[in-house]
């Protein structure tokens, strides 16, 4: 079995699945935060964060008190929660 050939061809579907996600006309937003709770259930702040940057359409806030918001959601309850 050539782990290297199966590899590439997952990864080739994985693109080809985000890719049709993409066009597929599922608002953007809902999109952004399906992979932000992917992020948190996996516990990866590092997929947060970057989601994070990659969709400015999340709107990111920054609040005096509670850290940065994304939409309704704060942002470092679900990194933090992540964490445990």
């Given amino acids: ?8 061809e997952t990864i ?4 080809k699945a985000h890719h049709s996600i993409r066009k597929s006309g ?6 952004a935060l399906v992979e932000l709770r992917v992020s948190q259930i996996n516990g990866c ?3 947060a964060v970057i989601t994070l940057k990659n969709y400015p359409i999340l709107a ?3 609040m005096s008190s509670t850290g940065f918001r994304a939409g309704n ?3 470092h309850s679900m990194i933090s929660k992540s964490l445990f």
Avoid: S, T
Wanted: proline share 4%; glycine share 4%.
């Fill in 1 to 8: 079995m050539n782990y290297k050939d199966i590899a590439k």
């Fill in 12 to 15: 080739g579907n994985l693109y």
């Fill in 26 to 31: 599922i608002d953007e937003k809902l999109i």
């Fill in 45 to 47: 702040v590092i997929a």
């Fill in 60 to 62: 990111l806030n920054r």
């Fill in 73 to 75: 959601i704060p942002v």
